[in-house]
């Protein structure tokens, strides 16, 4: 060192030289405690946080809800700030007003096509950021995710189709897929999962090819899918 001026010990126990003659900082390794204000001592321990388990509690209690959805025959309570906080589809649909949203005359929203489940799951996801999804309610999730325009929850769906399509479910996927509309996305990859592996279904899961016989444009659809 040549002239040293300021010293300090960094967070690692380093100690950090300015070497004012040669214009340069020099750093020794000397194994030193750091601060405690550097090394986090005396700091209270972080506390378990009980969100999730609060939003969940309140979205299932539906305690001093303020909105209601119709889904099939079952009533699914909510609360709009939280809903239109967190997607802007339900943001622009209170905006807009009940009767512009598909109000019943009872005041309820009611929401078509789709299960209890699945909304009750899309739901979740907004109260929690949880994105457990049931493989019974999973292609549905996709529909809802992008009805609802909630792109990151769809294109994780959509990737959990193409990672959890076997040849035990397939078939009956392709089927609830045609059947149910949505994204095109979801048909197009399990018809091509169902195209590629059709002879493993026929050793595997006879029984799911009887699905077809009720749809048979989809067996012409698999068969051209194959040809190509």
Not at 22 to 38: D, F, Q, Y
Not at 60 to 65: D, E, I, L, Q
Not at 102 to 113: N, P
């Amino acid at each position: 060192f040549n002239e040293p001026g300021s010293v300090t010990v960094d967070a690692q126990g380093g100690v950090i030289v300015v070497d004012a003659a040669n214009h340069c900082i020099r750093r020794v390794a000397a194994g030193l405690a750091p601060p405690p204000h550097l090394s986090g001592q005396g700091r209270p321990p972080a506390f378990e946080s009980s969100f999730y388990s609060d939003m969940y509690s309140g979205l299932t209690s539906g305690n001093f809800h303020d909105v209601t959805f119709l889904v099939g025959d079952e009533r699914v309570h909510a609360h709009r700030f939280v809903l239109a906080s967190r997607c802007e589809y339900f943001r622009n649909m209170f905006s807009a007003g009940f009767q512009e949203s598909g109000c019943t005359t009872g005041g309820e929203i009611r929401v078509r096509d789709t299960s209890a489940a699945a909304f009750k799951t899309l739901l979740r996801h907004l109260y929690t950021d949880c994105t457990e999804v049931e493989e019974e309610v999973l292609l549905e999730m996709v529909k809802l995710a992008d009805q609802y325009q909630m792109l990151n929850l769809r294109d994780y769906c959509m990737r959990r189709v193409e990672v959890d399509v076997t040849s035990e479910n397939a078939v009956a996927w392709l089927v609830q897929a045609h059947t149910m509309g949505g994204p095109e996305m979801v048909k197009d990859s399990v018809l091509s999962y169902v195209a590629t592996h059709f002879k493993e279904i026929g050793r595997r899961a006879r029984e799911t090819l009887d699905l077809l016989e009720g749809h048979p444009e989809l067996m012409r659809e698999i068969l051209m899918k194959m040809a190509e």
